[in-house]
DNA sequence: CATTAAATTGAGACATAGTCGCATTAAAAG
DNA sequence: CTTTTAATGCGACTATGTCTCAATTTAATG
């Protein structure tokens, strides 16, 4: 189904499904967790495939734009995303000693954003919110 | 009193309080709004100032560890900062077409973070909050 | 199926942000 | 003033990502 929504995207733009987007899309589909561009072209390397690096880089705007990625979070001078699949939208903790994510998500803040973007007559989009510290196991 | 601050820090760090940290230190307190490092450092030279590129890159972590400057927003692969002097904490709207970023701040926010950390038995320390969509204007 | 126009691709050059090693210089302690 | 230690500038280097362009693929059309 998420390849479905791909080829609508693609053709609502006037683009072409081509072979190589739909190898990435699939390695992107059978990762679990947060991935990185860099990454996600070594492993499509090392499985055999002729992908070439800027054909991954270019294909994950049009993943994003379409909504079957996002991206989340930007730490180290690199972007991560990570599938939307059936996942709802959460956020992240990041342990700063062990790196550890935690990905949590609460109704009230949703709720509570949109009322400040009201307030300042802005129109939310999405968001990113990363939470920096110490994860239980850490703090000790 | 910053500089008293970052004085204080560099002393119990065993490092030396130099020329040229004192000198970024000064643009940056005579800056106002957001500024990246790259820019930070042109400015200077602009101005005269002999201080090196390097120099500047190996500043910014002492002040932030020394909580003079906190790390803003993470866009376009750079990093920008602002300078925390009087500013009270405070989370950013970004308008993804005219790029104007809106200052908020929420207690009830910051108060949920905090149930949300406890929750996951996280030790917050700092957090990064961005809201990005279209501005009043933008959005019309 | 063949033709064709438009989009996509890979390769590698290029760009940008930031880091590092090392010889030289400056700070501060005695 | 001397000594020790840290900081500096320079430029090479790394990492992440973007761009150009010739060659290829796609998909629409006949
Ligand atoms: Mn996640
Ligand atoms: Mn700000
Ligand atoms: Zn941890
Ligand atoms: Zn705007």
């Known amino acids: 189904m998420e390849r479905q929504k791909f080829k609508e995207y693609v053709a609502t733009k006037g683009l072409k499904l081509t072979k190589k987007r739909d190898d990435i899309l699939d390695e992107i589909l ?18 055999g495939s002729k992908v070439s690096r800027a054909s991954v880089y270019r294909t994950i705007p049009l993943l994003l734009e379409c909504g079957l990625i996002e991206e989340v979070e930007r730490i180290d001078k690199h972007a991560h995303y990570e599938k939307v699949l059936g996942k709802q939208h959460h956020d992240h903790m990041i342990c ?45």
Chains 1, 2 share one sequence.
């Open 30 to 47: 059978t990762t679990e967790g947060h991935f990185d561009p860099e990454e996600l072209f070594i492993r499509m390397k090392t499985k």
């Open 96 to 140: 700063m000693k062990c790196g550890k994510v935690i990905e949590f998500f609460s109704p009230t803040l949703e709720m509570l954003q949109s009322e400040l973007c009201q307030k300042e007559s802005f129109t939310g989009i999405r968001h990113n919110l990363e939470i920096l510290g110490y994860c239980g196991r850490c703090s000790k």
